[in-house]
């Protein structure tokens, strides 16, 4: 994906999962599970993890993720980490 693209938000159709990759080397998942949630922020270093960012990617495209604007996935991180904090 051209750099031009970048920064994106993103989310799980159901909202339990929010994505915003900042660079192809850079993104943060924030994971709602019950009553709790958890946050991986990840600086893309191997072969595996760059798969990783590609398959969200595609994931995107074919219309699994819903896309969002900056705005929303804010407001839907505030919602999530009222949550206890798992790790």
């Known amino acids: 994906m051209p ?3 970048y920064p994106r938000w ?4 159901d909202g339990n999962t ?4 900042f660079s192809p080397e850079h993104w943060v998942e924030h994971q709602r599970m019950g009553g709790h949630y ?5 600086e893309v270093k191997t ?3 760059r798969l990783h960012v590609a398959a969200l990617e595609d994931r995107l495209a074919s219309g699994a993720l819903v896309s969002m604007g900056e ?4 407001q839907q991180v505030r919602h999530i980490e009222r949550l206890k904090r798992l790790g």
Do not use: G, V
Request: charged share 20%; net charge negative; proline share 4%.
């Open 18 to 21: 929010l994505y915003a990759i």
């Open 71 to 74: 705005a929303e996935y804010e």
């Open 47 to 49: 072969y595996a993890d």
């Open 10 to 13: 993103f989310a799980t159709p």
């Open 38 to 42: 958890q946050r991986y922020e990840m």
């Open 3 to 5: 750099a031009s693209s």
